[in-house]
């Protein structure tokens, strides 16, 4: 196994509404599309803690914690931000902020690119974003971008699949191009739809 290229960008962000059954199976919508993907933040909080006993370290754990994502993009659109942040367009394409609005459920799909070219591609298949602050500079001598940057919180689906004999609730599908194991087909699909793991589910 030789050594994995190196990540050097991000590009091709796009969220898909979800909507879960009763048995918690997950549907999502067409997706949408997010241009000019700045930067992409994604921080699982996991932590690995020790238990010492008999005068040393016994025993060890791992757990995930929050899982928090922020994304940074040249400008969010009216639209962009009625989809993603559940408030309302009128008849005149003017956005209301409701107080009692609420975020959707959203899946976001994002690819990493590497030095040799190939690319890491991401789906975070449950969670929902939060308003963003907005800071407005006057221009001066020289040209200061504001951007906008949106944060959200993540979790894991309601629906167990099984693989190998053991039940997974995903929160997050990952694949490699370098991978010799990917499927081509698998990649040049990957923003059509949140991709979700190939197995039968259970509940």
Same mark, same amino acid.
């Given at each position: ?5 190196? =990540?050097? /960008? ?9 909507? !879960?059954? %009763? @048995?918690?199976?997950?549907?999502? &919508? ?18 690995? @803690? ?21 994304? !940074? ?9 009625? +989809?993603?942040? /559940?408030?309302?367009? @009128? ?5 209301? +902020? ?6 959707? #459920?959203?899946?976001?799909?994002? =690819? ?9 591609? %991401? #789906?975070?298949?449950? /969670? ?13 001598? &020289? ?41 081509? $087909?698998?990649?040049?699909? #990957?923003?059509?739809?949140? %991709?979700?793991?190939? $197995?039968?589910?259970?509940?």
């Amino acid at each position: 196994m030789g050594v994995t290229a190196t =990540r050097i /960008g991000c590009d091709n962000a796009v969220v898909a509404k979800l909507t !879960e059954g %009763v @048995d918690g199976t997950p549907t999502y &919508s067409e997706v949408l599309a997010l241009p000019g993907l700045i930067k992409m933040s994604v921080n699982p909080n996991a932590s690995l @803690d020790t238990l010492f006993f008999d005068d040393g370290p016994g025993d060890t754990a791992a757990t995930t914690g929050k899982i928090e994502v922020e994304f !940074e993009k040249n400008a969010l659109s009216i639209a962009e931000k009625a +989809y993603i942040l /559940g408030h309302t367009l @009128d008849a005149n394409e003017v956005l209301i +902020y409701g107080a009692n609005d609420v975020p959707v #459920w959203l899946a976001l799909g994002f =690819r990493s690119l590497k030095a040799n070219g190939t690319y890491i591609y %991401v #789906w975070l298949l449950k /969670g929902k974003f939060s308003d963003p602050e907005t800071q407005n500079e006057t221009k001066g001598d &020289s040209i200061s971008f504001q951007t906008d940057t949106i944060k959200g919180q993540f979790v894991k689906l309601n629906k167990g699949y099984t693989i190998g004999g053991k039940t997974i609730k995903p929160y997050k599908m990952e694949a490699d191009e370098e991978n010799e194991g990917t499927l081509p $087909a698998t990649l040049a699909s #990957w923003f059509t739809t949140p %991709v979700l793991p190939a $197995a039968t589910a259970t509940v």
